[in-house]
């Protein structure tokens, strides 16, 4: 969904694959909200996708939107959510249908802002709260996030060029309880830049 083409050409087109990736076709070629980098998107329990924030030549966004066809069709659940405007952030849809969102970057006069908050909905976008302004990994974007069976939140890896340590390889890991009760501990590294998939088991695989 969206896409940078070339620079400052951005997409809002949305493709959908049945085959696990191998193929791929066309859903729309112009999704209601504007073209963008850097948004977001998670697949909700009840089938629902969401998407939040991303970037636009000289604007971040922190609108949020639902699909409930397989991105077909669009409604804005929200077109300024409480969140700072940001893209490269984490969204995550948990198992009792909540989402979080965690991270970022909003570059203010070209200068990074990066980002280690964390904001929970239990409406699919529409509100949110804030459940931390701070969590205990550093600020960052680009990281990945994965939601354990077990509800536990996995965070991995990200960049902060802009408090100058470059790409990031630690692990963190968030729960089960609710967010807002537990601290997040470090679990140990991974390989620069990757990502991380997990199973209906909690096995994860990175690469």
Known sequence: MGSNEAPWVMANYVWRSDDKGATWSLVIPHAPWSPRVGQRAVRMPDGNIVLAGGYEPYHFDHDVWRSPDAGISWSRMTGAAPWVARNGHTLLAMPGGSILLTGG?????FVPSLWNDLW????QGA?????RSHTEWSRRSGQTGAVLPDGSVI???GNDDALGRGVLNDIWKLGPAPPATTGAIRVTS???GAAIAINGTGTGAVT
């Open 105 to 109: 970057n909003n570059d203010v006069n």
């Open 120 to 123: 929970r909905s239990d409406d």
């Open 127 to 131: 509100s949110w709260t804030l459940v």
């Open 155 to 157: 965070i991995m890896g």
């Open 190 to 192: 991974s390989p620069a």
